[in-house]
């Protein structure tokens, strides 16, 4: 199983993948987890992208495909794998396409998240990421509250509100998703691998998902 998850920040990508992950066992890759892990230790990929990230701008292009380019050959993405957060622009939807030509892979699926753009803003507002880099669950204050306040439930580390979840930050983001990546809803319906889910509440979305998954 190869898919991608197409959807705003907010829309669910990371909690459907992990729910994905263990139904189907198959990978998720996930490119702003990937991001997040490299600021964190300060590699040069980090120094490279930590800027952008921080403003909430998308990172060139360039940067993301390397990345994705290495992840790909891993042997963990030979039962399959998850694009949470990639591709997010055309150039880079296409050069996802030279790659897995190259590399004799076709994709099954790309499912696009729907979700109204308020009920977005509130989500992430109400967001809390644990901040240790190898875990980086995700919980939501009124949704999805961690057991004990401020404090992850699966490795005990500290929960933060990340730097580009502000609403100012929110809105800068939901604008590069409609400018940048809704335009690959048209560019995956010409290549016939489009569906929509709704994801208004959870539970629905997953088995929305798992039912395009299923055929
Ligand atoms: P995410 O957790 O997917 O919302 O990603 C967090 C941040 O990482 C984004 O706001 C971008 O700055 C950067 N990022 C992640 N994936 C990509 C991508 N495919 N292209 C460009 N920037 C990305």
Redesign the pocket.
């Known amino acids: 199983m190869r898919l991608i998850l197409l959807g705003a920040?907010g829309s669910g990508k990371g909690t459907i993948s992990a729910d994905l992950v263990e139904s189907y066992k198959i990978v998720q890759i996930?490119?702003?987890d990937i991001?997040r892990n490299a600021v964190a230790s300060g590699t040069e990929l980090g120094l490279k992208a930590s800027d952008?990230?921080k403003r909430?701008?998308?990172?060139p292009d360039d940067v993301?495909i390397g990345i994705i380019k290495d992840r790909l050959k891993e042997q963990d993405c030979a039962n399959g794998f998850i694009l949470d957060?990639?591709?997010?622009?055309l150039a880079?939807a296409e050069a996802l396409k030279k790659m897995l030509a190259d590399m004799a892979i076709t994709l099954d699926s790309v499912i696009e998240l729907q979700v109204p753009e308020e009920m977005i803003v509130d989500r992430i507002a109400n967001r809390r990421t644990c901040s240790n880099t190898s875990c980086q669950a995700v919980y939501n204050v009124k949704s999805k509250p961690s057991k004990i306040e401020g404090i992850c439930d699966i490795c005990g580390g500290k929960l933060i509100q990340r730097e580009?979840e502000t609403r100012e930050k929110v809105e800068r983001?939901l604008k590069d998703y409609r400018d940048k990546t809704s335009p690959l809803i048209e560019y995956y319906k010409n290549e016939g691998l489009h569906s929509a889910v709704e994801n208004l509440d959870i539970a629905k979305a997953i088995a929305g998902v798992k039912k395009v998954l299923n055929g």
């Open positions: 920040p996930s490119t702003g991001l952008y990230m909430g701008d998308l990172v993301i957060g990639f591709p997010r622009t880079q580009d983001r």
